[in-house]
């Protein structure tokens, strides 16, 4: 066994204080790459935080809403034959709530795109345009033209689109 005396830490922190003063110019430089580093990681933390943020509020508002009803198994199977077979009921509770602020019917289904020897897999959804502007911003991405209007597609009753005061 040793019978070596503790030091206080008094002492300990004088020794740390002179070997600081010692070489200041290492000292600064140290304190300077320590300061650059941790505000570097800072920032780039809250640059992630925010870029997450920012790309969950983007798939939330362009694509997939933040809820979505659909039949049973529909999203098993992706097969149109399985819809909501009478979405009357669903639309009244949907109109009735007044937590909803927006909502939209959509007809999804995937595809096959092919031009000349190449294909791609494509993901295919039919809105109504005017009500798809209450939970998505999708229509801030047109620049020239105007969203699908037809006479083959009838403006749904009066009782189908949301409250004004919800309107976006």
Same mark, same amino acid.
């Given at each position: $066994?040793?019978?070596?005396?503790?030091?206080?830490?008094?002492?300990?922190?004088?020794?740390?204080?002179?070997?600081?003063? &010692?070489? /200041? &110019?290492?000292?600064?430089?140290?304190?300077?790459? $320590?300061?650059? =580093?941790?505000?570097?990681?800072?920032?780039?933390?809250?640059?992630? #935080?925010?870029?997450?943020? %920012? $790309?969950?509020?983007?798939?939330?508002?362009?694509?997939?809403?933040?809820?979505?009803?659909?039949?049973?198994?529909?999203?098993?199977? %992706?097969?149109?034959?399985?819809?909501?077979?009478?979405? !009357? #009921?669903?639309?009244?509770?949907?109109? #009735?709530? /007044?937590?909803?602020? =927006?909502?939209?019917? &959509?007809? @999804?289904?995937? =595809?096959?795109?092919?031009?000349?020897?190449?294909?791609? !897999?494509? %993901?295919? $959804?039919?809105? #109504?345009?005017?009500?798809?502007?209450?939970?998505?911003?999708?229509? @801030?991405?047109?620049?020239?033209?105007?969203?699908?209007?037809?006479?083959?597609?009838?403006?749904?009753?009066?009782?189908?689109?949301? @409250? /004004?005061?919800? &309107? @976006?």
């Amino acid at each position: $066994m040793s019978n070596a005396k503790r030091l206080s830490l008094t002492t300990y922190i004088s020794l740390a204080l002179r070997n600081l003063l &010692r070489n /200041p &110019r290492r000292t600064g430089i140290t304190l300077a790459t $320590m300061i650059f =580093g941790i505000a570097t990681l800072t920032l780039l933390s809250a640059l992630n #935080d925010g870029w997450l943020e %920012q $790309m969950r509020d983007n798939f939330i508002l362009s694509f997939t809403g933040h809820v979505q009803i659909h039949a049973r198994g529909f999203e098993a199977s %992706q097969n149109l034959n399985e819809h909501i077979k009478a979405p !009357g #009921d669903i639309i009244l509770l949907v109109q #009735d709530s /007044p937590e909803i602020q =927006g909502w939209t019917q &959509r007809i @999804r289904t995937s =595809g096959l795109v092919s031009l000349g020897g190449s294909s791609a !897999g494509v %993901q295919i $959804m039919a809105t #109504d345009p005017e009500q798809e502007t209450w939970v998505t911003h999708m229509h @801030r991405g047109l620049k020239q033209g105007a969203l699908a209007q037809s006479r083959h597609f009838p403006r749904p009753p009066a009782w189908y689109h949301c @409250r /004004p005061e919800h &309107r @976006r």
